[in-house]
């Protein structure tokens, strides 16, 4: 093998700058070439491409967003923008094509598969971790850490005003930023997408389960991490019927893009560096339309389509934990005495 490619694609996450180190230290190891293509998709069409060798990749590991850009480019799902692709990768040498990206963006590789012959593969990069086939996606734990960062501040306020406070946190169609977030901030309640039902019953069940809160408690702050896209209006919305329901004061909260820049931590540093490694390798040994993944501690590689055509479920027992064992209002009294 003596020449690879590289993009970034979708939304970026932290961690995708040390994914493209690896790929391309790990490409330089073996004595391959990497051409690195600008703003997604959208370069394997435009052209818009630079060779990168270990002096490009220095002093990236601990940067955010992406070197090479990214883009949704929703052109590449016609025929003939895959087939201008595959007539460009032929044209530079290109063997194998690694896509850095989610699901959206592992479709298009496959698709490009169709028209193309060189090898496909995919590395998961997004702050959703809506990627089945891989424990984490390389930006995943970042953006939780900045989540939980910008609650932990939340809640200072909305204890000293005793406020209730709404805060959206992303995940396009997926509770894993939310259900984490709210876990590790000791929030009191999460909505997310694989737990809600409808608008009406979720607002009756915030509204009891507040009053018994408050109850159990006295006046208190109380949190809600929400999933976005759950309903029109999101948390503004919410936080209007809130209170319009409960004459409590009740202030939304949009983490927005934020949660998707800053340093990488360690986590994604090390996730993204060892599933760069591996798909360098799985390159040489002729893999294709393949994702590269971490399950248990392992790296594997599994069929590309793997990835979209089944939904990761969230780990029950954080569900468990955060909905069962430390809703308070659901604990009895057990009329301990005060040891002072
Ligand atoms: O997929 C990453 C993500 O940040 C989602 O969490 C969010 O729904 C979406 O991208 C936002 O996309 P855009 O930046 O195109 O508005």
């Known amino acids: 093998m003596r020449k690879i490619a590289v993009l970034t694609s979708g939304g970026d996450a ?10 391309v230290l790990t490409a330089e190891h073996f004595g391959i070439q990497v051409i690195g293509y600008k703003h997604g998709f959208n370069g394997l069409i435009d052209q818009e491409y630079l060779p990168l060798k270990s002096r490009n990749v220095a ?57 193309w012959q060189g090898q496909v593969i995919g590395l998961p990069g997004t702050i959703d971790n809506d990627i089945f086939g891989t424990d984490a996606t390389i930006g995943y734990f970042t953006a939780i850490e900045t989540a939980l960062d910008s609650i932990d501040k939340v809640r200072d306020t909305a204890d000293a005003f005793e406020r209730i406070f709404l805060v959206e946190v992303m995940g396009r169609h997926a509770g894993f930023i939310g259900l984490n977030a709210a876990l590790a901030s000791a929030s009191d309640q999460v909505l997310v997408p694989e737990l809600c039902t409808d608008f009406e019953t979720e607002v009756d069940n915030i509204v009891n389960h507040l009053k018994a ?27 209007q019927v809130l209170h319009e329901k409960t004459k409590l004061e009740c202030r939304p909260v949009i983490l927005g893009h934020v949660q998707r820049g800053g340093s990488p931590v360690s986590q994604d540093r090390i996730l993204a560096t060892k599933l760069g490694a591996y798909a360098v390798e799985q390159a040489i040994e002729g893999k294709t339309n393949i994702m590269v993944g971490e399950q248990n501690n392992t790296l594997l590689a599994q069929p590309i389509e793997v990835s979209w055509q089944q939904r990761k479920p969230l780990d029950p027992y954080l569900v468990k934990i955060q909905q069962d064992f430390f809703d308070i209002t659901k604990h009895a009294e057990h009329g301990i005495e005060s040891i002072n």
């Open 59 to 115: 002093n990236i590991i601990q940067r955010g967003g992406t070197i090479l850009r990214s883009a949704r480019c929703l052109t590449f799902k016609t025929d003939d923008a895959a087939k201008v692709a595959a007539k460009n990768l032929n044209a530079l040498g290109i063997e194998a094509l690694l896509i850095i990206g989610g699901d959206g963006s592992f479709r298009g590789a496959s698709h490009l598969s169709k028209y």
């Open 14 to 23: 932290p961690g995708m700058n040390a994914c493209i180190r690896a790929i």
């Open 213 to 239: 809160a408050m109850n159990k408690r006295g006046n208190c702050s109380y949190i809600i991490v929400t999933a976005e896209n759950l309903w029109p209006g999101g948390v503004t919305y919410l936080a």
